[in-house]
Each structure stands twice: as C-alpha cells, then as structure tokens.
C-alpha cells in the first residue's frame, strides 16, 4: 500500500512513518519541517513539505495515496482550528482516513466517569470543541476515528485491539496506551479497514 501520514514529525506520527516502512509499504510522509525526517532516508519513503495552513500543499503531497493515517496534533500555543481544517482536507480529498484523537472528547465524552470526563475537559478545553468537529468530519467520509488514552513511551509488548467506542464501559482511570502500540492498531486498520466510518478506543492489556 501507498500511506500518507500526516503529523508525521511528531512522536506517535514519527511511529507511524517507521512502522509503515517496517511493513513494507511505500509512505509519503506530510511534514512542514521535512529536514526533521532526514534520518529515515530510504527509497520506500518520500518525504513531502505541506502544511494544512496550506491546502494545495497537501492535496498535492496525497496524490496516489491509498490511505491516510493522522498522528496530527497541537500545542497549547496554536490554533485549534488546524486540527479541523486538517480533518475537513482529509475528508474531502483522501480515499480513506485513519485519524487519532483522544479518548473522553469527542464521541467518547463520557468514558471517564463525570469527575475525570469534567477534570479532562478542564485540562484540554483549548482543543476540546476542535477535536470533536475533526472526528465528525472524518466519520462522515467513511474513516476511522482512533480514541486513544494517555500517551506513553513505553516499549509495546503487544496484545493490544481497539474496541468500537460504543461498547467501552465508562472507567474511572483511564486506559494507558503506548504510542507504539497506538501506531501498530492505526496501521492495522488503514490496512483492513475493518471499522471503517467508526469511533474505536484503544485497549492493551487483558482489561
């Protein structure tokens, strides 16, 4: 397969790129900074500049692609608007999107209890609205939502699935996940599409 990832300088899109190679798979890699990828020259990869600031730049950077998996996020010091716009361009032009976001905002408010999903939204209020309205969009193009816990860098020993959001039981602490391990379930499903214009949380582990 051809995958585009956008986001792909950060930590889990940075993830994503290598274990798309790892896989075998061609990667158009959407970076606004591509020297920060210089590392990873192989044949297999194409490293595009394109920013979602820039639409042209990423319709251009798409082009053949068979999938797209987002590892895009923000800081607290940027417009939240990017995570929309950024899902909007998808929509519109990807054939298929794999999009990650958070899990207790968007579809999954709720799935931490009223305390935690009321602290959560205290702590992310600058990307809380943003976020749901990304995930709407991509949903409506047919693509797969990811909602994943907090992020780690802990080494993946595997054993994780992801789950349709409609069957998580709400819990009070919520589910860790390993950003290698949330990259492994992303590009299980550009491959299969087996949730396809579904909202899915990540679990790992055997809870």
Do not use: C
């Amino acid at each position: 397969m051809k995958i585009a990832v956008l986001g792909s300088t950060g930590q889990t899109g940075r993830l994503l790129v290598t274990q798309a190679l790892a896989r075998g798979h061609e990667v158009i890699a959407l970076a606004r900074t591509p020297a920060r990828l210089s590392d990873l020259a192989t044949g297999a990869l194409r490293v595009v500049r394109a920013d979602t600031n820039e639409p042209s730049t990423v319709l251009a950077a798409l082009e053949g692609a068979d999938v797209v998996v987002s590892g895009l996020g923000i800081t607290k010091k940027q417009d939240p608007s990017v995570l929309v716009d950024g899902a909007r361009l998808l929509a519109s032009a990807a054939p298929r999107v794999v999009w990650l976001s958070s899990l207790g905002l968007g579809a999954t408010e709720g799935a931490l209890g009223k305390v935690n999903g009321a602290l959560l939204k205290r702590v992310l209020r600058h990307e809380w609205d943003a976020k749901g309205v990304a995930g709407r969009a991509v949903n409506s193009a047919g693509g797969t939502v990811v909602y994943a816990g907090p992020l780690t860098n802990k080494p993946y020993e595997g054993g994780g699935r992801l789950v349709s959001a409609g069957t998580f039981k709400p819990r009070m602490m919520p589910p860790m996940a390993p950003r290698a391990g949330v990259a492994t379930l992303m590009l299980n499903e550009a491959e299969d599409a087996r949730f396809a214009g579904e909202d899915v949380i990540t679990l790992f582990g055997h809870r």
